[in-house]
C-alpha cells in the first residue's frame, strides 16, 4: 500500500487514504485534525516526518509519521509574518523551505534531531511579491522561487547544506515573458532540465540547467490549453513521472490535466492534449511508482483517480469520490509494507 496525505483547507484536517497499487483504489484511513487551514504540505527525505502550512493560522506545524500506519502526531508548531503556499524539506532533512506570495518572501527553517519545527526562521529574505514555490535540485545546492502575475520572475539562489543558508545567484533573476507568471516547477530527474508552468500565461516552460552554476536559460514554451480555446483559465501545479518520460499541468478553468512527452535528450516537450478533470483542479499528486495520479478539485472536493500509461503517458480515469473542503496538497508516499 501506499499512503495519502491530503490537506483539507476548509475542513481543517489532513486526510489520509491507502492506494492499492495493483487498482488504483483509495480506501479512507482517517482525518487528521488541524486548525488553522493547512495547505502546503511536505515530507521528509526519510519519510518520517511531516511539515504543514496553515494559511489562515499563519503557522508551520510539524508531525512524525507512524511507521506501521502512517498517522501523524504532532511535534511542533512555529509562527510565522505571513501565510505560507508552498513548503519543501532538503535533502539533509534538516531544513524547510517556504514561499510566501502575499508577503513576497522565501525562508528557510532549522529542523531540530527529532524532526519537530520550534526556531523561528534563519532566512527571511524579501523578493517581489506572489512568490509561489522553492524546493531545491538533486544536489541540494540551488533552489529557484518563481513569482506569478505582475512580478513575474524566477529568482536564482545557492543554497549551503551545511548552514541552511541562501545567497543570490549570478544573475540573481530570470526575467520571465510578459505575462507568463511562473509558478511551480520540476527538475528532470535523469537530466539537466527545469520545468516551470506559467499560471498567467497558461503554458510550461522548458529551461536547460547548469548543474555546475544553478542557473536556467530558457529552451521552449509550450501551451497547456488547446488550439482555439479562450475561456479563461490559469495554471496551478506541475508534475513530472519518476522516469522523467511525462510532465502534466493543471488548467483552471477550462478544468483539465495538460499532458506532455518529454524529450530527455534536448528537454524539449512535446504537448499530448488534456484529460478532463475536477472542477478548478488546484492539487495534485503522481505516485512514486508512476502507475498512479490523483487530482483535488478545489469547487466540488471531489477527488479523482487516473491510471499513467507508461508508454504513451495518457491518462485512463478510474474513479471520482468525495474527499473534503478545498483540497489544497496531495501528498503520496513510497510503497510501505
Not at 531540530?112 to 527571511?124: E, F
Not at 529568482?155 to 511562473?182: I, K, M, W
Not at 508534475?239 to 528537454?267: E, K
Not at 471520482?320 to 508516499?333: A, F
Amino acid at each position: 500500500m501506499q499512503r495519502v496525505y491530503i490537506t483539507l483547507n476548509g475542513d481543517d484536517n489532513i486526510a489520509i487514504y491507502n492506494l492499492d497499487p495493483t487498482s488504483g483504489n483509495l480506501t479512507h484511513q482517517e482525518d487528521v485534525e488541524v486548525i488553522g487551514g493547512p495547505a502546503p504540505f511536505g515530507v521528509s527525505p526519510d519519510g518520517r516526518h511531516a511539515y504543514s502550512g496553515l494559511r489562515t493560522a499563519k503557522s508551520m506545524v510539524s508531525f512524525a509519521i507512524d511507521e506501521s500506519t502512517g498517522t501523524l502526531t504532532r511535534t511542533g508548531e512555529v509562527d510565522l509574518e505571513s501565510d505560507p503556499c508552498y513548503v519543501s524539506v532538503d535533502a539533509t532533512g534538516r531544513y524547510l523551505l517556504s514561499a510566501y506570495y502575499s508577503a513576497g518572501h522565501i525562508a528557510v527553517h532549522p529542523i531540530d534531531s527529532t524532526g519537530a519545527l520550534g526556531d523561528l526562521a534563519t532566512v527571511w529574505n524579501r523578493t517581489r511579491l506572489k512568490a509561489h514555490c522553492a524546493h531545491t535540485d538533486p544536489s541540494n545546492s540551488f533552489t529557484f522561487l518563481p513569482h506569478v502575475g505582475e512580478s513575474n520572475v524566477i529568482y536564482q539562489y545557492r543554497f549551503d547544506a551545511d548552514s541552511g543558508s541562501l545567497t543570490p545567484n549570478d544573475p540573481p533573476v530570470v526575467e520571465a515573458p510578459e505575462g507568463d507568471g511562473p509558478r511551480h516547477y520540476a527538475y528532470h530527474p535523469h537530466a539537466s532540465y527545469v520545468y516551470f508552468d506559467n499560471e498567467q500565461g497558461c503554458s510550461v516552460t522548458a529551461y536547460s540547467f547548469d548543474p555546475d552554476t544553478g542557473t536556467l536559460s530558457p529552451l521552449q514554451t509550450v501551451s497547456t490549453l488547446p488550439d482555439g480555446w479562450s475561456g479563461d483559465n490559469s495554471c496551478a501545479q506541475l508534475h513530472m513521472t519518476p522516469s522523467g518520460d511525462f510532465l502534466y499541468a493543471t488548467n483552471r478553468g477550462h478544468n483539465s490535466i495538460a499532458m506532455f512527452a518529454v524529450d530527455p535528450a534536448s528537454g524539449r516537450l512535446t504537448a499530448l492534449g488534456q484529460q478532463a478533470t475536477v472542477g478548478t483542479p488546484r492539487a495534485f499528486g503522481i505516485d512514486p511508482t508512476g502507475k498512479y495520479m490523483l487530482v483535488g478539485g478545489l469547487d466540488d472536493g471531489d477527488l479523482a483517480t487516473y491510471r499513467i500509461d507508461d508508454a504513451s503517458g495518457r491518462l485512463t480515469h478510474i474513479t471520482t469520490q468525495p474527499v473534503g473542503d478545498q483540497p489544497m496538497w496531495i501528498h503520496i508516499t513510497d510503497p510501505v509494507d
